[in-house]
């Protein structure tokens, strides 16, 4: 069952009721003439009075809401003295005929409409921290293009701690509270049970005493710490290969060119444990329960969505279509068994899983006996492989958009050495992945190019075994160089070590814990998480020396660090049909392979580590975009556009070819024993 969207319900207080010890004041801005609302007077649009008791009642939620995410007891009420200044209240009737009517928030020029109090609460929790009003965006769904049961779904969830906010000199400052110091330094943290704090507040530093170390006190983001400590190699928003059973065609070709399509791209919704009770063998009574990860996914470029297991899904830079196919879909080719619009809402109707069989359909484009076109249930595009092209290119068309993107998250101020402060990140969406700090990636560097940087005094020398391997890094920050203008990382550099390797190589601050908790330097911000799996037979060895870290622009990055492929038993199959079925023989015997299997074979070896990075396997985001919505709905929108003309093209240039095929669709030419098509 989804969670309730509505994280917050003050139900139980009279929201109508304001209270004068319990009232915020918003702080002066600056801006507020830009924000103007729009005289919405016409239309239907009437304005909601102060004294009114929708309105009052708007307010009640807003200062509870602000109340409950800063630490406040919240048994009672709070209320906000008026709306922030620019935003007003109004109600629309509905119809004439219906004298309903809908309240809605207008901001910014008329530019922000807000729905509920609940929406516009966030935005105004946003407004009313002035630590983060200047330079950190508001995670509101108008600001983020995120969905509201997403938004509050991640925010009610979150474990993390509120904290009370520090004085702020305004007509009811005596309604704030301050940061308490024990007479140590160290802030308090004596916060009831049902505070919470918000979402983009998630790195929050607090207001340090004097006797205060200069390591930044944040909270931790509650998506990093549920990816990072549940070890799950597949993230919400993440792109993916799924395994599509059957394949299309069902079978592969005996002889000739292979050309199926056995994996498709896909993005991650929703991650979840599930579960599967069967019952015990024998005389005893009761049931086994097993776990497993299931991950809801999109399916791109077609339609539906579907639950798969860990066991179905691949990594996006595992796999590669065959080249066979990958030609296929650069060419312009439209779908044989539909006439596409623009916006190709019909490729929804293609679903490269197989859906269990349906009886007593309607028939797509059937129509009843007056002539009226049926379609309402229209029937799936059928699952051939020229049809699958048609999707699957609009579908690689969509992530080649995708991964020439990044976008960084989860900002928080450090306060810095020399008593300015720093933009840093707690993660970053690089290309198909989503990467945090603590993520082990893989470089495109080998260790040989960094030590020619003037780096070489900082690394351990190499083990024997390890030249020719990947050099992988733990990040322990992200941060924005103002010098350089561009993003940079801090991170631990670490090579892959055969397991039988002197344990003396590792260093003693390292001997007794791989591939265990690292402590960090002092200047990270990270905490030890440590170290995911390494391969079967091999171990981590960390090759910067004690406290030292690399600092490198994020083009660094090829990618994150996946040992699942040659990990997990559940992804032995898969790994046979990457390498395809016919090639497995020769890779076991040791005999030459062509090219593409090759390619394959080390493809799958470099996102273990076990090699460097290939060219076709490692990520380059050159594009900044302002969030990964925004990335994939313009990627969608974009790739659908192009796909669409190219279409379009292509069936003018069929149409002056043959004259008599474009007289047919449009329906200038049919007899009367002919279907009528309807355009």
Known sequence: ???????????????????????????????????????????????????????????????????????????????????????????????????????????????????????????????????????????????????????????????????????????????????????????????????????????RRLRIGEKSTLRPTSALSHERDLDLTSLRPYRVGEIVWVSISPMIPSRRPQNGPDEVIDFWPAIVQQADIGVITTPRGGTGEGYMVNHYRRYRVHMLGAGGNAVISESKILSWQAYTLPRVVFDQIKRPRMPVDIRVTEGLPELENFHPLELPSRTNRTPHNAASADGTLLVEDPIEIPRTFENALASLSLARRMVKIIEEHYCYTDLYRDPGESGGSRECYQGIWWGPERIWVDDLVRLNAKRQDLAKDGRNEFLRDPTKDAVGRATLAQITEFTWDTQKKQIYFSARLYELADEGTDPDLFGTDLRLRLPGCLSAPARSHSEPYGLPRPPDHYRFRRITTDGMEVYLPIQFIAGRYDPLPINSEVHRHLLQRVFNPALVEMLVTGRQMNPEAEANVFRVLAICGLCAAQEKNKIIATEWGRSRASVVQAAEAQAKKATYENWMKLQRKETKQNPAHDQIERGMNVDDDDTIVVD
């Open 1 to 203: 069952m989804a969670p309730n969207p509505a994280a917050y319900s003050y139900n139980h207080l009279d929201l109508e009721k304001p209270l004068l010890d319990r009232t915020y004041d918003f702080p002066d801005r600056s801006d507020a003439k830009l924000n103007a609302a729009l005289p919405h007077g016409k239309e239907g649009y009437s304005q909601v009075l102060h004294d009114d008791p929708q309105h009052r009642r708007w307010r009640g939620y807003i200062g509870t809401f602000i109340a409950d995410n800063t630490g406040k007891d919240v048994t009672k009420q709070w209320h906000i003295s008026d709306f922030p200044k620019g935003y007003t209240l109004w109600n629309k009737q509905r119809s004439l005929d219906n004298p309903r009517t809908d309240p809605y928030v207008f901001g910014y020029g008329g530019a922000k409409k807000f729905f509920s109090p609940v929406g516009f609460a966030l935005h105004c929790l946003w407004l009313f921290d002035d630590d983060y009003h200047d330079n950190h965006p508001c995670q509101c769904t108008l600001c983020t293009g995120k969905m509201q049961g997403e938004v509050m779904v991640n925010w009610k969830g979150m474990p993390g701690r509120s904290v009370e906010r520090s004085e702020r000199h305004t007509e009811t400052s005596a309604s704030r509270t301050t940061v308490h110091d024990s007479g140590t330094g160290t802030p308090t943290f004596d916060i009831p049970p049902i505070a919470r704090i918000a979402r983009w507040t998630a790195s």
